[in-house]
Structures are given as structure tokens and as C-alpha cells.
């Protein structure tokens, strides 16, 4: 059995070659149950967790077990820990023992991407992007891999730490503009394409601001009481989500405006593999406001272990 980790899978990984792997994996026959999310403790202001996330395909089967402590930076530790466990779908034998973390941080900036590939304007040119943590720069490169984006706009509370992404991202990328911006009417009508990793648990602008044909693109709240977008930006947009399952049963982006009676489940346009089987551009206009909503998926991570798995065999 193979214990592959970070430095392996940051050597063999890209992001073309993930986004076609991913399209192929989410287009295809594929088993993943409701995942488990298990609270470690009942108070209110506690969200330790440890989840669960089994899938399987048609070469193997995973699940990815992690925890999720997100007070740990006070103690120095990481806030999530994760492991992907591989085995053959065909005997059933353990082949490899991945970081799910590392994993994590590259599938669910790919997985934005591809969504961003069928619904965003092909035209594309200003990314808005709110955070400035470990998921940034994988989410704002995947989603450079995908629309000519000339100019990102950073937001973010941490000025050290949102700095110092603007100068890795500007050293990489030497034709694109990265600005420190604010969140603000001007800002948010100029960008289409928003897309947002953060741990707000309130709304980051104001739905009314959005210009027609804006893209959003929603990742960082697995809360049913938290929120990084308002009601009207849901009532205003074409919603697609990555798992209905695990939004509608997560996300507060949906579930408050659910509870409020201004959207509903049916409202929901499609899943992502709904997308990714079609494999075309699937806007119905350019005016039209889309928005994707991810909470993350097993498949996914069975995905782009098995994509780095496969990779290192030669």
C-alpha cells in the first residue's frame, strides 16, 4: 500500500490535468452515500467535528475521514486534519493512503472551476475573490486555468495575510492585475466572476449590487444557520450546487432563504454531474446571474486521490 503526501501530491498535480480528470470522474457511473457529519460536542459555541465521506467508481472505491477543530489555530495545530483511503474496486485490496488535506485544497478549487467553466461568461475578465487562507491561491489559479482573467480583486480581513497573496499570485501570473479592494457596491458590480472561501458566517455584500451575467461562486460555509451570500443574491440567480444532498442539508446560503420562503428545493437548476454529463457551456444567456454553491463532496476527493494515485504509478 502507498502512503502518498503533500510533497507528492503537489509534484504530480495540475490544474488542466485535474479538471479533465474530474469532468470524466463527475460525468461518469459513481456511488457516494449521504456523507456523516458527527458534532464532537453539543454546545453552541463548539464545532469540533469529525465526518465521514465514503465513494466509489468504476477503479475504486475511498472514503475520507477528518476532523475539524476550527479553534486549533489558538493551540498552534491545523483546523482540519484529513486522510483519503483507496482501495481497487475490482478486489477490493487498501492501495494507498493519501493526504486529504492537501486533496482538499485542490478539489475543491478545481470543482469551482469546472462549475465556473459551464457557467460563467465565457468573457470574462474581472475575478472578485473574498479570502485569504490556505484555499485562495489554489481557487483563484483554478480559476485562471479556465476564463482570461485580467484583473482579481483580493478582499480580505487580514491585511498581512492578504498582501502577502497578492505578491505570490502577482509573481506567478505577471499579465494579470491583483488589487487589495473592499467590499462595496462599485467593486462588486464591476466583477464577473465573485468567488468567495471564507468563514463568515453573514452575508458579504448586498444581492442588489450584482450586475447581470455576474458568476458567483460559494465554498467556505458548511453551516445551516451561516451564510456568504443574502437572500436576494439566491432569489436573483440560476443556483447549482455540487451535491443537493449535502447543501440541502448544510448550507445556510439555501436553507435560510428556504426557511424564509423566497426559495426552494426545486429551485435548484442541477447538480454538477449533471453538468459535467452534458459537457457544454450551459448558460441560457449572458444576463442571466449564476451561482454555485459547494460544500464539498466524497466524490470529488476519491477523484483527485485516484488522479494522484494513478499518476505516481508511471
Same mark, same amino acid.
Given at each position: 500500500?502507498?502512503?502518498? +503526501?503533500?510533497?507528492?501530491?503537489?509534484?504530480?498535480?495540475?490544474?488542466?490535468?485535474?479538471?479533465? /480528470?474530474?469532468?470524466? !470522474?463527475?460525468?461518469?457511473?459513481?456511488?457516494?452515500?449521504?456523507?456523516?457529519?458527527?458534532?464532537?460536542?453539543?454546545?453552541?459555541? &463548539?464545532?469540533?467535528?469529525?465526518?465521514?465521506?465514503?465513494?466509489?467508481?468504476?477503479?475504486?472505491?475511498?472514503?475520507?475521514?477528518? *476532523?475539524?477543530?476550527? *479553534?486549533?489555530?489558538?493551540?498552534?495545530?491545523?483546523?482540519?486534519?484529513?486522510?483519503?483511503?483507496?482501495?481497487?474496486?475490482?478486489?477490493? @485490496?487498501?492501495? $494507498?493512503?493519501?493526504?486529504?488535506?492537501?486533496?482538499?485544497?485542490?478539489?475543491?478549487?478545481?470543482?469551482?472551476?469546472? /462549475?465556473?467553466?459551464?457557467? #460563467?461568461?465565457?468573457?470574462?475578465?474581472?475575478?472578485?475573490?473574498?479570502?485569504?487562507?490556505?484555499?485562495?491561491?489554489?481557487?483563484?489559479?483554478?480559476?485562471? *486555468?479556465?476564463? &482570461?482573467?485580467?484583473?482579481?480583486?483580493?478582499?480580505?480581513?487580514?491585511?498581512?495575510?492578504?498582501? %502577502?497573496?497578492? $505578491?505570490?499570485?502577482?509573481?506567478?501570473? $505577471? +499579465?494579470?492585475?491583483?488589487?487589495? !479592494?473592499?467590499?462595496?457596491?462599485?467593486?462588486?458590480?464591476?466583477?464577473?466572476?465573485?468567488?468567495?472561501? *471564507?468563514?463568515?458566517?453573514?452575508?458579504?455584500?448586498?444581492?442588489?449590487?450584482?450586475?447581470?451575467?455576474?458568476?458567483?461562486?460559494?465554498?467556505?460555509?458548511?453551516? #445551516? +444557520?451561516?451564510? =456568504?451570500?443574502?437572500?436576494?443574491?439566491?432569489?436573483?440567480?440560476?443556483?447549482?450546487?455540487?451535491?443537493? $444532498? &449535502?447543501?440541502? /442539508? =448544510?448550507? !445556510?446560503?439555501?436553507?435560510?432563504?428556504?426557511? @424564509?420562503?423566497?426559495? #426552494?428545493?426545486?429551485?435548484?437548476?442541477?447538480?454538477?454531474?449533471?453538468?459535467?454529463?452534458?459537457?457544454?457551456?450551459?448558460?441560457?444567456?449572458?444576463? +442571466?446571474?449564476?451561482?454555485?454553491? #459547494?460544500?464539498?463532496?466524497?466524490?470529488?476527493?476519491?477523484? %483527485? /486521490? &485516484?488522479?494522484?494515485?494513478?499518476?505516481?504509478?508511471?
Amino acid at each position: 500500500m502507498h502512503i502518498i +503526501d503533500k510533497t507528492h501530491i503537489e509534484n504530480v498535480l495540475n490544474f488542466e490535468t485535474l479538471l479533465t /480528470a474530474m469532468q470524466t !470522474g463527475f460525468a461518469h457511473d459513481f456511488g457516494m452515500p449521504k456523507r456523516n457529519v458527527y458534532p464532537l460536542d453539543a454546545s453552541n459555541d &463548539n464545532h469540533d467535528a469529525f465526518a465521514v465521506l465514503p465513494a466509489w467508481n468504476d477503479q475504486v472505491i475511498g472514503v475520507k475521514a477528518f *476532523t475539524y477543530f476550527p *479553534t486549533n489555530a489558538q493551540s498552534g495545530y491545523e483546523s482540519l486534519y484529513s486522510k483519503i483511503m483507496l482501495f481497487s474496486r475490482q478486489h477490493g @485490496e487498501p492501495l $494507498a493512503l493519501v493526504d486529504g488535506t492537501r486533496i482538499t485544497l485542490w478539489r475543491t478549487a478545481v470543482v469551482s472551476a469546472l /462549475a465556473s467553466r459551464y457557467l #460563467s461568461r465565457e468573457d470574462s475578465r474581472h475575478l472578485v475573490f473574498y479570502g485569504s487562507g490556505n484555499l485562495a491561491e489554489y481557487m483563484i489559479r483554478a480559476h485562471l *486555468t479556465v476564463r &482570461n482573467i485580467k484583473r482579481v480583486t483580493l478582499i480580505a480581513r487580514n491585511v498581512e495575510k492578504v498582501t %502577502a497573496l497578492q $505578491a505570490r499570485l502577482q509573481n506567478i501570473f $505577471a +499579465d494579470v492585475e491583483f488589487v487589495i !479592494g473592499q467590499s462595496n457596491e462599485a467593486i462588486i458590480y464591476s466583477a464577473d466572476i465573485i468567488s468567495c472561501a *471564507t468563514g463568515a458566517s453573514e452575508p458579504l455584500f448586498d444581492g442588489n449590487w450584482l450586475r447581470g451575467g455576474t458568476h458567483v461562486d460559494l465554498i467556505g460555509n458548511h453551516h #445551516s +444557520d451561516a451564510r =456568504e451570500c443574502d437572500s436576494i443574491t439566491i432569489s436573483r440567480s440560476r443556483v447549482y450546487v455540487d451535491s443537493r $444532498a &449535502n447543501v440541502l /442539508a =448544510e448550507a !445556510g446560503e439555501l436553507l435560510i432563504p428556504i426557511k @424564509e420562503g423566497v426559495f #426552494s428545493e426545486q429551485d435548484v437548476c442541477a447538480e454538477l454531474a449533471q453538468l459535467a454529463q452534458e459537457n457544454n457551456y450551459a448558460r441560457f444567456n449572458e444576463t +442571466d446571474i449564476t451561482l454555485f454553491k #459547494s460544500v464539498g463532496t466524497a466524490l470529488s476527493d476519491l477523484i %483527485a /486521490a &485516484n488522479h494522484v494515485y494513478q499518476s505516481l504509478q508511471g
